[in-house]
């Protein structure tokens, strides 16, 4: 970072800090900006590195993201994850719900595994409609337009996957997105979040492409504050209302429950021999609610594919404060998906 130095080691059962010397397996040089946001979780070092504010003097991004999360843990607090922690205080995480169960059952199987199922939510009606505004701005929708993500298809064909600020351009939506229902379970663990349909993406619509893909549509586990953000919008709460079912055949979520509120190790899933996922199938009407840094994925459909999940996320005050309209942090990603595709 300019013209200081930090070095970590690890040093028997700790890590010691220096100061002043550029040694060890890797150096990495980065600006001051870039290692303030770094320290306060404004953004991470995929993030960095995306944004080529990163350069190695010696070793490279891998080492570094071996680094990540003990540096999230001394420069934050963040733990990193371990499946030998996860307490999950007895409570079965294959539980549904309906919206007869009272907010307090409801937190706290939040609280505890980071997602919520809970079935039957919105009537057939009222997901039919939605799914004509879907198509109505599906149809509308090109690449480069700032309002859609696209990928590309075994064919080499640009193929819609996502639609981004969608109730900004919806009434019906955005009836979706200020519904009751929607506010109950977007505040059960804390009554000031509150959805931004005007940045962060807004409410969006993902719509799962079958087959092959190269791009952002089968998403592998990861936080959404992967990118950064970590400080202003944890935790938020992804509200995803199912506009059609979903199994693994259509591309379905899947989670480990009690992962959130802790730091993912890059490609932990090759780190650990096991670790519990649950993978939720869905009805047309229900709605999934998880933690934003829940570790969760968006696996390639076995089958023909389809998911429509509409999600409305709710955060805290102070991304607000932070984060402008028409402002996200999945811009970056957006911007450079053929980059982000050979990350993962």
């Known amino acids: 970072m300019d013209d200081d130095a930090v070095t970590y080691a690890v040093d028997g059962p700790t890590i010691r800090v220096g100061e002043g010397q ?9 600006s001051r900006r870039a290692w303030d946001d770094m320290v306060g979780q404004i953004r991470t070092v995929i993030n960095l590195l995306l944004s080529d504010e990163l350069s190695f003097e010696r070793g490279g991004f891998d080492q570094l993201a071996d680094w990540d999360p003990a540096l999230r843990y001394l420069h934050a607090g963040v733990p990193p994850y371990d499946p ?140 959404d504050c992967g ?20 199994d693994a055949s259509t591309g379905n979520l899947q989670v480990v429950p009690g992962s959130h509120g802790q730091a993912i190790h890059y490609r932990w899933e090759h780190r650990f021999q096991w670790v519990p996922v649950v993978s939720i199938d869905t009805a047309p009407g229900d709605v999934t609610v998880h933690v934003q840094d829940l570790m969760h994925a968006s696996p390639r459909p076995t089958g023909a594919g389809g998911r429509r999940t509409m999600y409305v996320t709710h955060y805290p005050p102070q991304l607000f404060e932070h984060v402008g309209p028409g402002e996200a942090f999945n811009d970056l990603v957006r911007n450079r998906t053929e980059r982000v595709a050979r990350l993962q």
């Open 22 to 30: 550029r040694t060890g397996d890797a150096v990495v040089r980065l």
């Open 84 to 223: 030998a922690r996860a307490d999950l205080k007895g409570r079965d995480p294959l539980a549904t719900f309906t919206l007869d169960a009272d907010d307090t059952e409801l937190s706290a199987q939040l609280h505890t595994m980071g997602y919520l199922h809970v079935r039957g939510v919105f009537d057939a009606d009222e997901m039919r409609a939605a799914n004509c505004e879907v198509d109505r701005l599906a149809a509308q929708a090109r690449p480069g337009d700032d309002r859609s993500w696209w990928v590309t298809d075994e064919h080499g064909g640009s193929v819609l996957c996502r639609l981004v600020y969608a109730t900004m351009r919806s009434p019906v939506l955005a009836l979706l997105e200020n519904d009751p229902r929607v506010s109950r379970l977007g505040t059960l663990i804390n009554p000031a979040l509150r959805p931004a349909p005007d940045r962060m993406e807004g409410s969006a619509v993902l719509l799962k492409v079958p087959g092959n893909t190269s791009g952002l549509s089968n998403i592998p586990w990861h936080q």
């Open 227 to 246: 990118m950064g953000g970590h400080a202003l919008m944890c935790p938020a709460v992804s509200i995803g209302i199912q506009l059609t079912g979903s």
